[in-house]
């Protein structure tokens, strides 16, 4: 209840002062990439249920011949790159935190297809709500292998406490302000290893 309570008024603060460069975001999505300047995606979040998570677009559309969406490295634009180098396209998550969808720290909710390939120690990262920031984003971020970031998520979920949850939250701010551990866009496509039989999926993930 404490937590919810901190979540909900950290949300309100940070809204109230981000208001400015939240609409200059807006805009600049809007002038770059068109409308619509928000999208929704679903993640899955405490328990493993499904929500969507709300990020300013970061990409194009552009589709094949088929009418398929072409690959996300063919649909970013430079523009993309840089938003999503600021981490500013996570700001409208505020209001999944406001919602009671997300927390502001806890595991970073990764795609809903990835659900079937986590081992049953990595599943215990959806015992609490996911954060716009974990202690992974803080202990290396691109740095890390995905074994070590869900080792990280584990470790939150074991020892969490609102002393850590701030002093994750201070750490996020140097980490934003240094770029420490952010050496490129924190998705990587490719087959990523989630369980001990072997199983991988393809995918383009961010934090």
Known sequence: MIKRILDFLIACIALFFLLPVFILVAFKVKKNLGSPVLFLQERPGKNGKIFKMI?????????????????????????????????????????????????????????????????????????????????????GRNNLSWEEKFELDVQYVETQSIWLDFKIMFKTVKVML???????????VGAVRFSSQNDSQSESIRK
Do not use: C, W
Request: net charge neutral; proline share 9%.
């Open 55 to 139: 990020k300013f677009r970061s990409m194009k559309d552009a589709f094949d011949k088929e009418g398929n969406p072409l690959p996300d490295d063919q649909r970013i634009t430079p523009f993309g790159h840089k938003l999503r180098a600021t981490t500013l396209d996570e700001m409208p998550q505020l209001f999944n935190v406001l919602k009671g969808d997300m927390s502001i720290v806890g595991p970073r909710p990764q795609m809903k297809d990835f659900l079937e390939h986590y081992t049953p120690e990595q599943m215990r990262r959806h015992e609490v709500k996911p954060g716009m920031t974990g202690l992974a984003q803080v202990s």
């Open 178 to 188: 240094t770029k420490e551990g952010i050496n490129a866009p924190d998705r990587e």
